[in-house]
Every structure is written in C-alpha cells, then in structure tokens.
C-alpha cells in the first residue's frame, strides 16, 4: 500500500519510470493497478487522445514521432502508446520504427510505450485506454494511439482516441478500396504520407473524390456532426506537412470541444469500460470450484452426444 | 417451431439451400438458431475440421477449392467456410479468390459458405466452430476453415479446427520470422505454395531448418504430443501437390485418433464455448432497465471526477 501510494505520487509528478511501472501494473493485473486507477481516475479528461492508424509501411511511427517532436518543441508533453496487433507475417517488419521511437522518449517531455497485443485483442482497447488514463492523469497534454490497420486494431483505436487520423500512401492504390471497406467511419482525416512519390496526386484526387461522395451518404454525416473529413499531403521523413496535420488535430479537437462530440465520445468509452469490468467481476464470480466441476462433467455429456450445449448452458445457470 | 422443424428436416437431408440458411440464423442469433443448435448439437464429432491460414497472396483459397475438388473426386462430401478478417487493407483483393470458390460450390458434394468478421472478432471462434457443427451434423466429412493470418484471426481458426495448415509462399521470406512469432504453436503441418517459383528451394529449407530448431524446444513438443510437423511443396494453381497435402491431413488426423488428442481438442473447444455462452447469458441478464438507468448517472458522475470507476462497478456489482 505504501508502496502504491508512493508509485501514484511519483507518476503523478510525472516520473517516466513510476509512469512505465504503473502501465505495466495495469497491463498485467497487478495488486497495484486498482489503487493507481482510483487514484487516476479522478484525474482524467485534459489530454487529447490521437490515433494514428494505417497500413504497414505507411510511415505511421515516421509521423508520430514528427509530430510528438514539433509539439514537444512548443512546450506540449506528448505521450505515445504504439499497438502492435503482432500478426505472425509482419511482426519484424515494425521492430526498427519501435527503435526509432523509443529513442524519442529520451527527450524531456516524451514519453513512449509499446504494447503488445498478440492473442488480447478486445482487451487492447481497454488496457490502450486506461494507459491513455495514466498518461492524462500524469500531465501529457497530447497522447497519441499508433496502430497498423488490420482488422480489429483500428477500429480499438479509434474508440480509444478523440481524434482518429488514417495514414495512407500513394502506392496503397487501394485508397478507394480501403474507404469503401469502413474507413470513413473512422477516419475524421486522412494522411497521405510519401506524397513526394510518383503517382500522389491522382491518390490525392482518388482520396477526394471517395470523400465527397461518401460525404452525401447520411450515415457518415450524422456521426460527423457537420464534420468533414481532409487530406493532408505529408512527407514525414523530411518533416513537409507536419505542422498541416498538427493544423487538423486543433482543428478537429476544437470542432469536438465546440458541441457535445467530446463529452459523448469519452462517455461513450467510459460506458463501454463499465461493461467489460462488470463483465471481467461476473464471471469470476461464477466460476466457482463446484461450477468448474459441473463444466466438465456436463462437456463429457455433450461430446457423447447425451445433451446440447444450450440447455446445458441453462441447467448451469439456473443453479 | 413448424418452420424450425422443417429447416432442421432439411438441413439434416444435406439440403444446401436450409444449410445456408440455418448458418445464417446462428450468424443473426434468430428465432430458429436455438433449435437448430439443439438438434445438431446430438450429431456431431465425425467430420475433420481442417483450418488453413497464412498471409494474404499464398494461394490459401486455391489450395483450398484443389483439395476440396480432389476430396469430392473420391466420394467425400466437403464443406468450406472461408472466414475474411476484413481488414480495410486488404478487403477487395480477395473477391475474385471467394467468387471462384463459390464456384465450386455448385458441385453436389461441396458446400461453400463465406463469413465477415469485421467487428466480431471473438465472436468470430464461435460462429465458425458452430457453422462448422452444422456441417458435421449434415454429413459432410471434411470442413475446411479458410482465413488470412492477420493478427487474431489465425487463432480463432486453429482454435476450431482439428488440423490446422499454415500456407507460405517463397517470396514470404518472412518464412523464418513468422515461425518465430507463434506459427509453430498453430501450424500441425506447413505448405509451401509456388513452389515452382524462384527461391522456392531455400525456402523450404529454411523452414526445414527453423522446424528442426523449434522441435528440440519442450513446449512445442509437448503440445505436439510426438507429432512432427513437415513441409509440403504445392504449385495448386496446377493441382502438384494436392495429393500429398491430401495425405498429410489424414496422417494427422490419424495421429491425432491415436491417442486422446482429438477428443481433448474438442473438449477444449466446448468448454471456451460453453463459458462464452454462459457470458453472453450472464450479461444480459445483469443489464436490466433499472442498472442501465444507475449506469448513465454513473458515467456522469465518473466523468466530473467524483467518483472512480472500480468503485462504481464495485457499488453497481453489489446491489
């Protein structure tokens, strides 16, 4: 206990390694992530929560570490949490821009961790959250969410961020495809990195035109609340563009502010954070010794075919 | 009740028509899912659920519709389920692979079913392993579950197949490094797709080499209770190797009838469906109208930093 208090006090003067300890507690369970929640809990709300999503290759880390840099330059401490969804056939392939950014964390008023996800995805957009939490908590003013875009991850993402920007690049000619595929819903703007490369401008077109037209359907309007989603050319490793998309993030951020988006986006989240520790409390509190014995005296029955799991699953209940 | 009695009727006589329909109540959880999963729930345990994943561009569905092709030469009644993670990325390159594959299954003995995950990973396992059930209890021999190797989705897969085959291709050099991310744990066996191509022999000696690495490591072998995986070069494009691959799969399944491997395979299939299911059940009985109503003063009051969370799903948990 005094041990907790001691960590809490440390990260909440912003100590990078009582910061670091506290996400770890978090991530793993630990007997100290209840008290350092409680604790960050009535402390949340200040940052700007930014995601950062996109496929492999697209220079995501590049332009998260160009922009913590040009913020931090002007005073903001920034937090980066970069996901990685380890899929088995691009694992390596991240493992050098991790390098890149973790040096970045050196710097004052930075702080970066990467997380990983292999096998926890639904609980990567909680345990990405409530790092976002510490972080707030702690004073970063700016906490980016950096993830590659597949599948689940992003759509984590940008339940966890305020703002949620999808990096693409001239050679993923599959722009349209990948706006057809839901990315609207996400993306408040997007990023077209490498846009020195042969063939960015008709990306640049392609990636309009899609978002005028997606713009009419009513769906996507509603949501975006007389939002309208942008490109921003960028070519992060030579830092064009940079302050452009840090244009968009204040431009999005106070477009939230200015109506209730903000407020119903974090208790949106927050609702969604209830639910799965209701859920996480109930369950373990079914599990009892005696019920895990009847689980697997009732699996023999169904795997002989002697009763369906569904009214097995009742007869469990109902005790 | 008539109606469900009647699908299931016809479900049972192989009818593809109230096959697809009966997956699609499972899919939706309608009105006839309960007593569809009941009656199958008796008829299950005789065909070979077969999941074949690795990155996109392998040849995973043309593999896929070759061996499904050779199996119903030879007499066997074969079903697909092609499971696509959706990710936005990668989305349309897929189509044309699915729309041969629906092709096929216009054969008498082939059934073909495609799913969407986007959004349901998780619920993902399930659906799969329950279509998969349905298709066990209609008499079809063989069930083979297709998906891209993208984060969880591989997973889910393996979780419900009996056998599970990981396709690369030679130009995946990553062959090494996705061994190193966690395909030995999934893989029983490995096919080495366009094999014709150039580099084709190192490649497979590198995954000779990794698998021989990996095997001298106890946990691998552990799982593997004395099965060793190997390498099976395919060009399926041209239908060489289907045989072998063929052979490969009834080897490990008669290894795995050998001992208790299978029916602790499904054991533990049943018992991670059986606790979802009772989740699924848990939750809705604990949100009534009344907690949903103390859940929205709650978040308000979370959010103005009066009260924590853990603290509020303790209160909320209690009453």
Redesign the interface.
């Given at each position: 206990m005094a041990a907790t208090n001691e960590l809490i006090a440390r990260l909440l003067a912003g100590d990078k390694l009582a910061l670091a300890r506290a996400i770890s507690s978090i991530e793993n369970q630990d007997e100290n992530s209840?008290g350092v929640?409680?604790e960050v809990?009535?402390?949340?709300?200040w940052a700007h929560r930014v995601g950062i999503t996109g496929?492999p290759g697209a220079g995501k880390s590049t332009l998260v570490g160009k922009l913590a840099a040009a913020l931090n330059d002007r005073g903001r401490r920034v937090g980066i949490i970069a996901v990685d969804?380890?899929?088995?056939?691009t694992?390596?392939?991240l493992l050098g821009d991790r390098i890149r950014m973790m040096d970045l964390g050196l710097r004052e008023g930075i702080f970066v961790r990467s997380m990983a996800?292999?096998?926890s995805?639904?609980g990567l957009s909680r345990t990405t959250q409530r790092a976002a939490d510490v972080l707030d908590a702690a004073g970063y003013e700016v906490v980016f969410l950096e993830t590659v875009?597949?599948?689940?991850?992003?759509?984590d993402v940008a339940e966890a961020a305020d703002t949620t920007i999808v990096v693409l690049t001239p050679e993923?000619g599959?722009a349209v495809?990948?706006?057809?595929?839901?990315?609207m819903e996400i993306a408040d703007f997007f990023v077209l990195n490498k846009s020195d490369r042969p063939g960015a401008d008709q990306s640049y077109n392609a990636l309009l035109n899609v978002l005028q037209i997606t713009q009419t359907s009513s769906s996507v309007n509603e949501r975006k609340d007389g939002w309208s989603p942008f490109v921003v050319k960028t070519v992060a490793s030579q830092n064009i563009g940079i302050e452009q998309v840090i244009e968009g993030i204040q431009k999005h951020h106070q477009n939230m502010m200015s109506g209730d988006r903000l407020?119903e986006k974090?208790?949106d989240r927050?609702?969604k954070?209830?639910?799965q520790?209701?859920?996480d409390?109930?369950?373990s509190?079914?599990?009892t010794g005696d019920r895990i014995t009847r689980?697997e005296d009732?699996?023999?029955l169904?795997?002989g075919?002697r009763?369906?799991?569904?009214?097995?699953?009742?007869e469990?209940?109902k005790e």
């Open positions: 209840t929640l409680n809990d009535g402390r949340i709300g496929p969804p380890t899929s088995p056939f694992g390596g392939a996800t292999r096998g995805i639904g875009g597949v599948g689940q991850a992003e759509l993923s599959d495809q990948a706006m057809k595929a839901g990315l407020i974090r208790k927050l609702r954070l209830v639910i520790l209701v859920e409390k109930t369950r509190a079914f599990w689980l009732g699996l023999n169904i795997l075919n009763k369906s799991t569904l009214q097995f699953v009742e469990l209940i």
